[in-house]
T-cell receptor, first 107, second 112 residues
Framework: GIQVEQSPPDLILQEGANSTLRCNFS?????LQWFHQNPWGQLINLFY???GTKQNGRLSATTVATERYSLLYISSSQTTDSGVYFC?????????FGTGTSLTVIP | NAGVTQTPKFQVLKTGQSMTLQCAQD?????MSWYRQDPGMGLRLIHY???????DQGEVPNGYNVSRSTTEDFPLRLLSAAPSQTSVYFC???????????FGSGTRLTVV
């Protein structure tokens, strides 16, 4: 299967700070999505982004498919951004997840 | 619009018991899947389905069975539970191409 590496594994931020999360993958993919798992365990789809750049409020994501990486930017972080951020990639009908970046935002 | 509904939310089984985790979606999604989430290992795909009557194996299918008789339902069966199957299980659905991927709230299973 496709190897997915996320960095950093853990991140602690002061409220209001910005951050960049990275996802590297080992093979060509036709599907890449970012998910947020909140402290209560719920997984929420943030972006469908196999290539290019998208923005949604304080969050944006960029995928450079030819170089096999994707970045998730969080600006002006809030305590509600805390949780684990997962990158998932697929070439067909199987998603491969990274092990996530655990983000803690301190008031 | 309930999205993806999983039941039960919590379950404790004894080794060797069988059970079925239920998953239902009301978004007319063709694609449905089951994952398990273990500490430090992210989510791993168990089985998936691209439509009624069609299922296939993911990364970690051993010990689990699935069927898809309707578009809405995708149950996961544990035939003989083992302690190694202690995990949090998530069901997810999406349109073909896995666009609009939506997760259920999870089932926390403990096998003793």
């Amino acid at each position: 299967g496709i190897q997915v590496e996320q960095s950093p594994p853990d991140l602690i931020l002061q409220e209001g700070a910005n951050s960049t999360l990275r996802c590297n993958f080992s093979d060509s993919v036709n599907n890449l999505q970012w998910f947020h798992q909140n402290p209560w365990g719920q997984l929420i789809n943030l972006f469908y982004i196999p290539s290019g750049t998208k923005q949604n409020g304080r969050l944006s994501a960029t995928t450079v498919a030819t170089e096999r990486y994707s970045l998730l930017y969080i600006s002006s972080s809030q305590t509600t951004d805390s949780g684990v951020y997962f990158c998932a990639v697929a070439t067909g009908n199987q998603f491969y997840f990274g092990t996530g970046t655990s983000l803690t935002v301190i008031p | 619009n309930a999205g993806v509904t999983q039941t039960p939310k919590f379950q404790v089984l004894k080794t060797g018991q069988s059970m079925t985790l239920q998953c239902a979606q009301d978004m007319n999604h063709e694609y449905m899947s089951w994952y398990r989430q273990d500490p430090g290992m992210g989510l791993r795909l168990i089985h998936y389905s691209v439509g009624a009557g069609i299922t296939d194996q993911g990364e970690v299918p051993n010990g689990y069975n699935v069927s898809r008789s309707t578009t809405e339902d995708f149950p996961l069966r544990l035939l003989s539970a083992a302690p190694s199957q202690t995990s949090v299980y998530f069901c997810a659905s999406g349109q073909m191409g896995m666009y609009g991927y939506t997760f259920g709230s999870g089932t926390r299973l403990t096998v003793v």
